[in-house]
């Protein structure tokens, strides 16, 4: 079994990468504007200084300010909810955990709600902004109800779900009362997962945060691993379970919360790739994290390439594409484990 990790993580690591750039590389092309994979080549060589596009300036802004940041976002999107689905699973002992479970999505939505509706911040909020305050307002809530119960893993579960209703309560309130129906169609897209109206401000700032999270998350791999055995094997292994559980949690939820702000809730991708990926390279967390990220990546690039152009010149929400997958697949995984057992 160890073996076969190894294995599955080298094919995964060795061409991953190059499936990845390939998967980008392609995916901007499709769409209304006749764009080769040479133009796209040499529109980020002109724009790094390495040379002339040849290219109109039209072409130009469809590569470089729509599709690209755009598609760089699905990618960086869904590694970090693959990476963010594996660390919550870890953490909580639960197959079924993903980076949703926090109620996080649903306070990003109320902070969302409060700022296009509401009008809170008079301008001077975004919506993006909204989001992740409404998201951490939701993880904190989470934290003290949890640590108030006694701060267990079902507590942690308990406090998210607690926390996941009363924000998507306080959501709908906001919406039947006070939005007209364009906003309660703007909004219920954006909830459902969007990647429109990306810019390099939400890429460079998403790509930041997975990386500063990538590599606390490298340093804890052995504590994760001593996880997934319980707590009380964790502590034996000489983990210090509350203080290390407490730093991966809180920056899985801002992980999270810096996603969903940028592109909406997207269901599935931190439930589904983690399972896949953990079939190919084993459970060890050194080779499952960058693993799940990587798969998590090219997964998204062409599910937000699928939601764009299926139904062309209308865009469907990602999150309603990662849905008609990943149910699917996951009763696929249930059904392998249940044969397995």
């Given at each position: 079994m160890a073996r076969a990790g190894v294995r599955g993580a080298a094919v995964l690591w060795t061409g991953g990468p190059a499936l990845l750039l390939l998967s980008t590389a392609v995916a901007i092309t499709i769409g209304p504007a006749d764009i080769a994979v040479g133009n796209v080549v040499a529109v980020v060589a002109e724009h790094i200084g390495l040379g002339e596009s040849g290219l109109s300036p039209i072409r130009d802004g469809i590569v470089w300010d729509l599709r690209l940041p755009r598609t760089l976002l699905a990618a960086v999107c869904g590694a970090g909810l693959g990476m963010c689905g594996v660390i919550m699973q870890s953490l909580l002992r639960n197959p079924?955990?993903?980076?949703?479970?926090?109620?996080?999505?649903?306070?990003?939505?109320?902070?969302?709600?409060?700022?296009?509706?509401?009008g809170i911040g008079s301008g001077a909020?975004?919506?993006?902004a909204g989001a992740f305050l409404g998201a951490l307002c939701s993880f904190a809530l989470v934290l003290l109800l949890s640590h108030a119960v006694g701060g267990t893993t079902d507590r942690v579960i308990l406090a998210g779900v607690a926390a996941m209703q009363l924000f998507s309560s306080l959501t709908s309130f906001i919406v039947m009362s006070s939005a007209n129906a364009e906003q309660t169609r703007g909004v219920?897209?954006?909830?459902?997962?969007?990647?429109?109206?990306t810019s390099w401000f939400h890429v460079g700032l998403c790509a930041s945060v997975l990386g500063a999270v990538l590599l606390v998350c490298a340093a804890k791999a052995t504590a994760l691993d001593a996880f997934t055995f319980g707590h009380d094997a964790a502590a034996s292994l000489g983990v210090s379970v509350a203080r290390t559980r407490l730093l991966l949690l809180v920056v899985t939820a801002l992980l999270t919360a810096t996603l969903v702000s940028a592109a909406g809730a997207i269901g599935f991708v931190g439930l589904v790739l983690p399972h896949i990926a953990r079939a190919i390279v084993g459970p060890g967390h050194r080779r499952l994290l960058p693993s799940t990220a990587l798969a998590g990546a090219v997964f998204l690039v062409w599910v937000d390439t699928a939601a764009r152009t299926v139904l062309t010149p209308q865009e469907l929400p990602v999150g309603v594409v990662t849905s008609l997958i990943g149910v699917p697949v996951f009763v696929f995984i249930l059904y392998r484990s249940r044969k397995v057992r």
């Amino acid at each position: 079994m160890a073996r076969a990790g190894v294995r599955g993580a080298a094919v995964l690591w060795t061409g991953g990468p190059a499936l990845l750039l390939l998967s980008t590389a392609v995916a901007i092309t499709i769409g209304p504007a006749d764009i080769a994979v040479g133009n796209v080549v040499a529109v980020v060589a002109e724009h790094i200084g390495l040379g002339e596009s040849g290219l109109s300036p039209i072409r130009d802004g469809i590569v470089w300010d729509l599709r690209l940041p755009r598609t760089l976002l699905a990618a960086v999107c869904g590694a970090g909810l693959g990476m963010c689905g594996v660390i919550m699973q870890s953490l909580l002992r639960n197959p079924l955990a993903d980076p949703f479970v926090l109620g996080i999505s649903s306070g990003a939505s109320t902070g969302a709600v409060l700022v296009v509706i509401l009008g809170i911040g008079s301008g001077a909020v975004s919506l993006s902004a909204g989001a992740f305050l409404g998201a951490l307002c939701s993880f904190a809530l989470v934290l003290l109800l949890s640590h108030a119960v006694g701060g267990t893993t079902d507590r942690v579960i308990l406090a998210g779900v607690a926390a996941m209703q009363l924000f998507s309560s306080l959501t709908s309130f906001i919406v039947m009362s006070s939005a007209n129906a364009e906003q309660t169609r703007g909004v219920l897209f954006w909830l459902l997962g969007s990647l429109s109206g990306t810019s390099w401000f939400h890429v460079g700032l998403c790509a930041s945060v997975l990386g500063a999270v990538l590599l606390v998350c490298a340093a804890k791999a052995t504590a994760l691993d001593a996880f997934t055995f319980g707590h009380d094997a964790a502590a034996s292994l000489g983990v210090s379970v509350a203080r290390t559980r407490l730093l991966l949690l809180v920056v899985t939820a801002l992980l999270t919360a810096t996603l969903v702000s940028a592109a909406g809730a997207i269901g599935f991708v931190g439930l589904v790739l983690p399972h896949i990926a953990r079939a190919i390279v084993g459970p060890g967390h050194r080779r499952l994290l960058p693993s799940t990220a990587l798969a998590g990546a090219v997964f998204l690039v062409w599910v937000d390439t699928a939601a764009r152009t299926v139904l062309t010149p209308q865009e469907l929400p990602v999150g309603v594409v990662t849905s008609l997958i990943g149910v699917p697949v996951f009763v696929f995984i249930l059904y392998r484990s249940r044969k397995v057992r």
